[in-house]
């Protein structure tokens, strides 16, 4: 995975333009995530073998927690999410500063490829960054 690709998902379809222009600046393709393929691992979205799957995944820590699962009856996350993969910190920072002075402004969730969110699904990548989301949310409201 020699090239950045950011996953968008929960995009429609003017914002996921916008999303698309902008990652121009950071050389990236944007992939959308359809509602049909998010069981999907981020791994298997992106193309990766299972073999390569396996060895970044072998990258994260031995006591690293797997996705903790969706807890039964819990909503759909409809809120739009970005995983940026194949990014270092500074293409990163570039893309986010863009997307806050362009016409996006901001997307509530954001996550960066990890050794240990490759093998999750979709749903459990949304589920946990909301979690994070909202945690945050209510440490900085105080």
Known sequence: MAYRTVLAVNFGTDRLRLL???????????????????????GELLGLTEEEVAE??????????????????????????IILCGFDRAAAHELLEAIKRGKLKHIPLKAMLTPNNITWNIY????????????????NSK
């Not at 995944?57 to 999410?81: K, R, Y």
């Not at 459990?124 to 440490?139: A, D, M, P």
């Open 20 to 42: 698309k222009h902008v990652s121009l600046i950071a050389q990236a393709n944007v992939k959308a995530v359809t509602e049909e393929e998010k069981n999907k691992t981020v």
């Open 56 to 81: 970044i995944h072998g990258l994260g820590q031995e006591s690293a927690e797997e996705g903790q699962g969706i807890p039964e009856g819990t909503e759909p996350v409809t809120q739009e999410a």
């Open 124 to 139: 459990t990548v949304l589920y946990e960054l909301r979690q994070e989301h909202e945690y945050f949310r209510q440490v």
